[in-house]
Structures are given as C-alpha cells and as structure tokens.
C-alpha cells in the first residue's frame, strides 16, 4: 500500500498516446494492489520548445527532481529538425538524462515466442533470445567537450569528443555485473580496443571490476564483431554492457530480434535521485496522432519502474503477464503484423491488457 | 596485354591462406587474357612486427607505392594482444590506409541466390539484395588527435577525437553519388546529426554535394535507425556513405545479409597512389592454417582489382562468374555450411575456381 509520485513527461509524437496507456496500466495496477499513484505531467523535447522556448524548462526538472520516478514518452519530429543545437528536442532528452545522473540505461530484449515469426531473423536464431544491454548513458561522445564547428586556415572542420573518466566505466560494469549474477552470469563488454584510446581504458577497467565478480565470465567484443554477432547468434549473450554511443546502435539493431522496436522498454538508473523508464523507440511521427503505436514498449518500461524504482515485484509481474496474454490472445499493433494475428489500434490493446491486469 | 605490378600483403591468420588463393586466380586470369602480373610481397601487421619490429615497414610501403595496386590479407591475432598501441597489427593496417591515403573504402554487400539460404535472415528480406557502403577510411574517430591517456586532479581519462574536415567530407559524398549514379540512383547518407557536430557538418556538405548529381536521391538516416533497417528491409539500399567507425560497424553488420563475412570483398580507393583490396573479414586464428577459409572475399577483392584499378571488366567478369559457378555447383566453405551444398577446403574452392576462369 505505497504511495509514489510519478512525473510523466509525454513529449512528442506517440510520445504522448503511449504513455497515455502506461499510465492507465498503473492505474490498474494501483486499483488492484491497492496503492496510490499521483501522475503530475511535465513539458520536454519539441512540446517543451513550443511552449516554453527550450527543450527542458526548469519546472520539468525540478518535478522529475521531486518525483519518485520518471515515465517519458519520446522526443524529436521534422517541425524542429532546423532548429539550432540547442532548440532541439533530443537535447531535452540528453539534459534531462545528464541532469539526474541517469548513468546506466538497462535495455532487456526479449523474443516472446508468439512473437518468434515478426523478426526478420529466422525462427530457430531468435526464439528464446533473452539477453539486457546495459548503456552508458551520460558519457562519451554524446557530452564530451569540445564539440562544435571551427574555421581553421579558411577550411571548416567539425569536432566531437569521445572522453570517459575511470569512475564512469567502473560504475556501469559493476552494474551490468550485478545485473549477470542474478542471470546466466556473463557479461559481454563490447569496445573497440584495437583502434580507441577510451575503448582500451575501458577494457582495462571492466577486467579490474570482474574480479569482484569471480562468478560471471567477462568476455571482450569488438563492436564491428558484436554487430554481427546479434544477428548471427543472438542466444550467446546474458549481459551485454557498452559505451554511450556503441550502446544506441546495437540495441536498435537488437530491437529487431523482438519483432519489433515498438517491444523494447527501457530504465535509465540514476546513481542517487530518481530513475527514468522510457519506450527505446522514438517519436515516430509518421503514425503519431493515429491510434496505430504499439504501447507494449511503454507499458513494459512501467513495469520495469515498478520493479526497480518501487520494488514491486509482484505488480511487475502482473504487467508482464497481462502483455504476454495480449499477445498469447493474438492481439497485434501494426508493427507486429508479420507474426499474424488480429491487427488492434493502441486504445484496444492498452484495453486488453488493463483488463488482464 | 597489360603489365601489373601487385604488391601482396598476406599479413596474419587466414590473409596468408585467402591472399595465396587469390594470386593463384590472378595468375589464371593472366593465362587466359594474356596479361602479366608481377607479384611482389610485402610484411605488414603482426607478421612485420616479429620480422621487421613495426607493423608497417618503410619497405612494405614503398613497395605499395612503385605498385599499381595493393592485394592484402588480414592482420592480428592474439599474440600481439598484448602489445602497446604502437607495436600492434591493426596499426600497420591504419597506416597504410593512411598514407596512401585511401580515402574510400567500397564494401559491396551482395545476397547470391545460391547462398540466400545461409543468412540468419529469413529469405525473402535477403534475395536479391544488392548495395553497396561506402566509407570513410582516412578520417573521424580513427585519426583524431588528441587520442590518448590522461591524469587530471589524480583521475584517469581517456580521450579520442571525431574530427572531420569539409574536404574529407565531400570527397567520400562525392564518390557516393558517382557510384549511385551507375546504379540506382539512391544515396543514404547515415550521420548521427541529432546528437554530434560532426555529423551536422556531413549532412550539410551531403545536401551540398546533392546538388551536383540532380538524377539521384539522397536521404539521411539516422545510425542507430541504418542499424536496424539494414536488417529490417535491406532491399532499401542502394548506396550507402558513412564515416568510418559507422562504416566499421554497419558493414560487419551488412555482412551477414550475403551468408558470411568470408564473401566480402572491399576496395580502398586511393586520392593519388594505388588503391588496395581486401576481404573484409579479419584474420580469424582460430581457423588460420587449417585449410578451412573462405577465399572468396579475398578473390572477390582481387575482381574489384581487375575493374577499378586496371579497367579491365571482362576479366573482372570472368571471376566473379567463376565464383558463382562454384557456389551454383554447391561448393561451400564451412562457413556456408548453413546453406547446404559439399563441404568443401580452401584450396578445393581456389581450384574450382581457377578453373572456371
Ligand atoms: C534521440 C536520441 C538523442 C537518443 C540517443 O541517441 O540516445 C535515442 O536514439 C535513444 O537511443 O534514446
Ligand atoms: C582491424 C580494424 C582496425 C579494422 C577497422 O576497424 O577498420 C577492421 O575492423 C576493418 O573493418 O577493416
């Protein structure tokens, strides 16, 4: 019988109708386990931009800072794709995650086995694929100084900088470590230590960490290599743990291996304040508005708030279970129309899985 | 009736095996069209640093640059693990692209019919794929200084720099729309604008450069999205132009889509000098010696050879027919094997092969 304050920040596109329905799933939760959610919503990304003239307002931050968690939708659309750096929306997103800490992005994918035909991959590669991707989040090259544009000698030239202190590697493995040892206990670390300074420090740092760890099997991966790995044999990893900007593209790649990027939750851990649960796909603007979005990856990002942030283990699992008996019962979000079933719009499959709540 | 001078650079593991099939096919195909090729062999990545102490050799590249082009294998392995940054393989192979300055590397990634059913993909996504990447190889992340180890306030860092000039920008753009406008017409520039200043600059010189080639289309795709789209619906592409680390890690991806990294030839396209070829695969000790490679990346890489740096196509033809006959008569290396067909060593491969010639 807790009470949790939860800020919303909805944001752009189906940002805002996936949300919507991670939000009445709590509240179905709240009604059957008899606990007490208080939503308050705040502004972020282009929502952000239009009403308030920057990506994320004061106001926004300081209600995640009071709040016990954080459920954010997505940001970004071609209405501000020309604006400055700094009046864009993704810049909300990389702030909010700076400003609380939100150093270790946990990102599961699962291939649910009525959902094994939607990958593009062969049946037999990706069922019981079941593995988390643990990302840097508030490192590397995504907030490494300089970055920017200069003129030298007439000739114009563009910087970004790749830099990780010690400390910031040391706490993400030691994460993706924990995270093992109450799994298949290994750790895959992925860099790209022949050709990267920062790769090889990272290297070094996640051998140091593993001996706290003599439980869980550390094995190193070359990016390139791991790219092609996910793909060619998904079932060999437990934990995969990585840098910022390699850990954005191979969990877009792995999201194909659960049908559908429209799958993937998402936890962006704080080290002290509260922590963040976002869907890993985007804005989608192409769909946004037309009760087509498939709210599973929202919904199961709440899940994942309940678990983590709460400790609500049992609520946890009963938003699991009502997703698994929504897709069981063949309901399928347009994304997922590969694998069959009857296609549904986001309103009727937030229904369904409410109802099995 | 051509002289060629091919300066040969087996380096580690299988290069020596791929690169020594290759030759052979060259040498049937001076046979057959009455040309003359001059072989001449050079050290380079761990091979050069137990011979000569230095991954790339001041002989190795003056024997490149008397040479009309470069023919080169594979370099590391685990022996040189170890090895500080200066003394390792992958050093002599980022040198020589260096300074021979070979801007563009050209990795097509092509789904033979007969080898459809050796991707991880399911059918129907990979038949008839055919695009090509194209990637920067001279510049960003792999080049960009400063690069290294510091100490600051008694904490470790470590440090790379993304650096990108305008020049190297439009030159490797420039090269895509050329090639695009030999096929398809399409160009899909992958940058990661929503987030690095590099990036933002090559989306800018790529709009530039766009305007030049009115007959063909470009679009921008964001990475992490180009991740997974290449496995989502790879009949999409055309051309694609990236920089080099994306490159790195997209083509490694792509690679799978054609059955096996064993069947990915590449060309590294030169500004001035001779261009070099090579399998895109690495040096793969665990298989090296055994007779168990696939030399087909490596034969491949010499057809591209043939018809980029000589302008001779019918006998770059003339290998890659030979090629598909071999896998039509359902020749594979084990790295095939998932698509059926007789087992079959490297040196049998090269044989069939030579022969088709
Ligand atoms: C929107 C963008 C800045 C963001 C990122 O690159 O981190 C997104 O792709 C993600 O993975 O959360
Ligand atoms: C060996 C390594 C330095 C190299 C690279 O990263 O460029 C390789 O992966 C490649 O793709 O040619």
Redesign the pocket.
Known sequence: MGNYRIAVLPGDGIGKEVTSGAVEVLKAVGIRFGHEFAFEYGLIGGAAIDEAGTPLPEETLRLCQQSDAVLLGA??GPKWDDNPPHLRP?KG??AIRKQLDLYA?LRPVVCYDSLVSASPLKPDLVQGVDFVIVRE?TGGI?FGQPSGRVVENGEERAVDTLLYKKEEIERIVRMAFMLARGRKKKVTSVDKANVLSSSRLWREVAEEVAKEFPDVTLEHMLVDNAAMQLIRAPKQFDVIVTE??FG?IL??EASMLSGSLGMLP?ASLSASGPSLY?P?H?SAPDIAGMNKANPIAAILSAAMMLRLSFGLTAEAEAVEHAVWQALDQGLRTADLAPSGGRIVSTNEMVEEIKAAV
């Open positions: 940001v970004g993704e997103l990389l992005n989040l995504y910022n900007m954005d969990s877009d998402s976002e890993v985007g």
